[in-house]
């Protein structure tokens, strides 16, 4: 089992920045990747960015070049930092990771609100 734990969302205004971060604790030696989804209301929940444990990073068009997703491997943890925030990027981030036996695990969600 793996327990994620997001902080890091809240309230800014549009242009502003905000940085995610999700802790991952437990059975944690086989995850190979971890990342972040979004959900906007009424909208499928979308990938924003992931990272292997690797370095490799990938992201979705819409966020490239505002959007850094990295990680601590030696925490366990991954942030995603957020620059140039627009009201389209508002949504519930959840954070998961990807173990080789398991699979995929969830956080429970940060609410990120752009608006003036």
């Known amino acids: 089992q793996v327990q994620l734990v997001e902080s890091g969302g809240g309230l800014v205004q549009p242009g502003g920045s905000l940085r995610l971060s999700c802790a991952a604790s437990?059975?944690?030696?086989?995850?190979?990747?971890m990342g972040w989804y979004r959900q906007a209301p009424g909208k499928q929940r979308e990938l924003v960015a992931g990272i292997t444990r690797g370095g490799s990073t990938h992201y979705a068009v819409s966020v490239r070049g505002r959007f850094t997703i990295s990680s601590d491997n030696a925490k366990s943890t991954v942030y995603l930092q957020m620059n140039s925030l627009k009201p389209e990027d508002t949504a519930v981030y959840y954070c998961y990771s990807d173990k080789s036996v398991d699979g995929r695990y969830w956080g429970q969600g940060t609410q990120v609100t752009v608006s003036s």
């Open positions: 437990g059975t944690i030696f086989s995850i190979y990747a």
